[in-house]
């Protein structure tokens, strides 16, 4: 069974860093590409950041020159390093994968972490 587990999320100050992970298990043969979103109180889901396995990565204007994405294909994991936070930046973060490839499975299927929160305060 494939599933995406975040970590990583917690209660900081303006100014401050935090670093999320992503572990996907599973029997995973391919990932083409993962990604954090974010919902915020009130509003919809945004994108945050993505990568694929190739290492091509996006980044939404907001965040752009705080938050490095990463990944480690071996592990299946996807990172988020997120800098300089703003209260703005508080929400809950979700891991997402487009698209996880397994075992006896001839195409790829969208998976969704069940989210961890980024509280940041002033």
């Known amino acids: 069974q494939v599933q995406l587990v975040e970590s990583g999320g917690g209660l900081v100050q303006a100014g401050g860093s935090l670093r999320l992970s992503c572990a996907a298990s599973?029997?995973?043969?391919?990932?083409?590409?993962m990604g954090w979103y974010r919902q915020a109180p009130g509003k919809q889901r945004e994108l945050v950041a993505t990568?694929?396995?190739?290492?091509?990565?996006n980044y939404a204007d907001s965040v752009k020159g705080r938050f490095t994405i990463s990944g480690d294909n071996a592990k299946n994991t996807v990172y988020l390093q997120m800098n300089n936070l703003k209260p703005e930046d508080t929400a809950v973060y979700y891991c997402?994968?487009?698209?996880?490839?397994?075992?006896?499975?001839?195409?790829?299927?969208?998976?969704w972490g069940k989210g961890t929160l980024v509280t940041v305060s002033l």
């Open positions: 997402n994968a487009d698209k996880i490839y397994a075992v006896g499975l001839g195409y790829g299927v969208d998976y």
């Open positions: 599973g029997s995973i043969v391919k990932i083409n590409a």
């Open positions: 990568i694929t396995s190739g290492g091509v990565t």
